[in-house]
C-alpha cells in the first residue's frame, strides 16, 4: 500500500541537515520509498495528503521514560529526588498492577504520539504491559524491566526481577515487526550492587541486548559514590564491565570531565532529560561539553512525574535555551544541533540506523507539523522555529513504520474513551 504527502517542506536531517521546499515523499509499506518534487501516483497509492502549509520531519525519539509513571503525574512535587523517590513514588509503585501499567501506559503513550514521538526508550517494570500498550498502540520502543537489588555474593538465579528481565527480552525482543527492541536496565549505581550489575552485564552480553541505565543523577548520587567505591559513578561502572556492553546512560548531570572522556571512549550515549533534572533540582548536565567532546547525546523527558508531561519538545527548547543561559555563552547548543539530539542521536544510541532521518530506504517514522500558526510566522528560519516557537500541539500527523497513528487530533490506533474509562478507575483504586 503506497501513501504520497505532496507539495510540503522536508526537513531531512540527512548527513547535511537538508531542507526540501515543494517536494513529494512517497511511502511504500513501511520504508520511504521515494522522495522528489511531482512524484507521479503509483497504482497502489491509497491515500494523499496535502502537506502544503506543513513541514515533514523524523519523528522525535525520546530517549529515557518510564512511562506508566503518567498515572503518578503531579501527585508529588516541589520535593527533592530522595524524598520523591522513596518516600511517594515506590510505595505507590509498589500496589501497581499489570492492568494499572497498561493503562499508564497507553496514555503516555496518547501524549507522545500527539506531540510527535514515533519511538521511546523506557525503564519499567510489569513489562509485558508496556510492551503489550507499545503493540497495539503502533509506536516503536526500546524496553526493559528496571532492576534493583543491593544484595552481594549471589549468581541471582532466584532473583526475580532478573529472571523478568531475562524472559521479557526473551519474548519481545524484535517483537511487533521489529517495534519493540529489549535493553537490560540496572536502575543505578546506589539501587544495584556490584555483584548485581556484573550479573545483568552477564545476561546482557549473552543475550546481545544493550543497557539503559541512570548515570550520575544527583550530587547525593555522585558523593557517595566517591565515598563508597573511591571513584565516580561513571569510572565504578566501567570498571565493573557495563559499558563494554553499548549502552544508554540519562542524566549525567554530574560528569566531569574525565567521565566524559571515558564515555566517549566507550561509546555510551548521554540522555539529557533537563526538565526532569530541573524540576528535581538534579542540577544541570554539563551538555554544551559533552556534546563538543563529541560525545553522542539525546534528549528524554523522564516518567511524567518528575516533569511532568512526555512532551520532546518542551525538553528540546529547555536543551536549547538552558545551556546558553548557564554557560553564557548564546553559541552553544543550537538549533540544529537541539533537532539532531531528539532524531539521529537518539536513532543511533538506540542501535535504530533505520530511523531518526527522512531519506529514502529509511523507516516511515515521520511527523508532520503545521507552519500555518500565528506563533511561527513569519518562516525566516525553519530549525529555529521548531526549536525556539513550536509546540508539542502543533504536530497534526504522525506515523511510524508507513502508518498513521494520530492525524489532526484523533488517534487511529488507541480508543481514546475507554482509556479515560480504565484510567478513572485504576485512579480510584491506586489513590481512592
Ligand atoms: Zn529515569
Known sequence: MDTIIRNTTILTMNAHNEILEHADILIRDDVIAKIGPNLAETAECAQIIDGSGKLVMPGLINGHCHVPMTLLRNYADDMDLQTWLFDHIFPVEDRLNDEDVYWGSLLGIMEMIATGTTCFADMYYHMDSIASAVESSGIRAQLSRGQTCMDTGSDFSGNRAMQESVDFV?????????????????????????????????????LEVPIHVHLDETATEHEDCLKNHGKTPTAYLSDLGLFDLKTIAAHCVWINGDDMALLKEKDVSVIHCPASNLKLASGIAPVPQAHSMGLNVCIGTDGASSNNNLNLWEDMYLTSILHKGNTRNPKVITAVETLRMATVNGAKALGMSCVGSVEEGKKADLIMVSLEKPHIKPLHNICSALVYSAQGSDVCMTMVDGRILYQDGEFRTIDREKVWYHLEKVCNRLFG
Open 170 to 206: 526473551k519474548k519481545w525482543n524484535g517483537a511487533a515487526g521489529g517495534r519493540i527492541t529489549a535493553a537490560m536496565a540496572p536502575h543505578a549505581v546506589y539501587t544495584c550492587s556490584a555483584d548485581y550489575i556484573r550479573a545483568i552485564a552477564r545476561h546482557a552480553e549473552k
